[in-house]
T-cell receptor
Framework: DARVTQTPRHKVTEMGQEVTMRCQPI?????VFWYRQTMMQGLELLAY????????DSGMPKDRFSAEMPDATLATLKIQPSEPRDSAVYFC???????????FGSGTRLTVV | AQSVSQHNHHVILSEAASLELGCNYS??????LFWYVQYPGQHLQLLLK??????LVKGIKGFEAEFIKSKFSFNLRKPSVQWSDTAEYFC????????????FGTGTRLTVIP
């Protein structure tokens, strides 16, 4: 089965450090989402890309978060500097533009201490 | 603005009981509808989806959902739940025209008691 691969699976870091999360979408998928999941807020959309171009990143705190797709096989989400409130599970999902369902990765569990 | 509502936050059932989880969306146009399941500690997995055609959709693991356009609803059902169905269930919507952003509901936690 094709999978969305996210690395790292777990990350513990100190406040103020830079964190980079990576996502390898399924080959051929042209739409990539980044979501953040917390107990309090549920699933929040941070950013999404179509054909590597950012379509919507309004859910992302711009002062510290950035999302990019340097190529079709890699999406990155960076937090600099990280804060304890960023602790969450970050999911990447990919799919086709027609909205034919999206496949989620296993997530990156981030803990900022 | 588009939104997805799941009114049941936590549902507790005994094994073999029937399940129905509510999902309502607010958007007047044509939508695609999804149910995802998230088992404890795992990622979201697609249970079923509706794009067009028969409004009664069958998914994996014995789940089904019915799209009722007049009620803007897409409720999830299962005739007899198992302990292994304990999970969080998310309803989601994309709009067929436009950016196909995936809007999620807040999720319903299902606990099945053996």
């Amino acid at each position: 089965d094709a999978r969305v691969t996210q690395t790292p699976r777990h990350k513990v870091t100190e406040m103020g450090q830079e964190v980079t999360m990576r996502c390898q979408p399924i080959l051929g998928h042209n739409t990539v989402f980044w979501y953040r999941q917390t107990m309090m807020q549920g699933l929040e959309l941070l950013a999404y890309f179509r054909n590597r171009a950012p379509l919507d990143d309004s859910g992302m705190p711009k002062d510290r978060f950035s999302a990019e797709m340097p190529d079709a096989t890699l999406a990155t989400l960076k937090i600099q500097p990280s804060e304890p409130r960023d602790s969450a599970v970050y999911f990447c999902a990919s799919g086709l533009a027609q909205g034919d369902g999206y496949t989620f990765g296993s997530g990156t569990r981030l803990t900022v201490v | 603005a588009q939104s997805v509502s799941q009114h049941n936050h936590h549902v507790i059932l005994s094994e073999a009981a029937s399940l129905e989880l509510g999902c309502n969306y607010s958007y007047g146009g044509t939508v695609n509808l999804f149910w995802y399941v998230q088992y404890p500690g795992q990622h979201l997995q697609l249970l079923l989806k509706y794009f067009s055609g028969d409004p009664l959709v069958k998914g994996i693991k014995g789940f089904e959902a019915e799209f009722i356009k007049s009620k803007f609803s897409f409720n999830l059902r299962k005739p007899s739940v198992q302990w292994s169905d304990t999970a969080e269930y998310f309803c989601a919507v994309t709009i067929q025209t436009g950016a196909n952003n995936l809007f999620f509901g807040t999720g319903t936690r299902l606990t099945v008691i053996p």
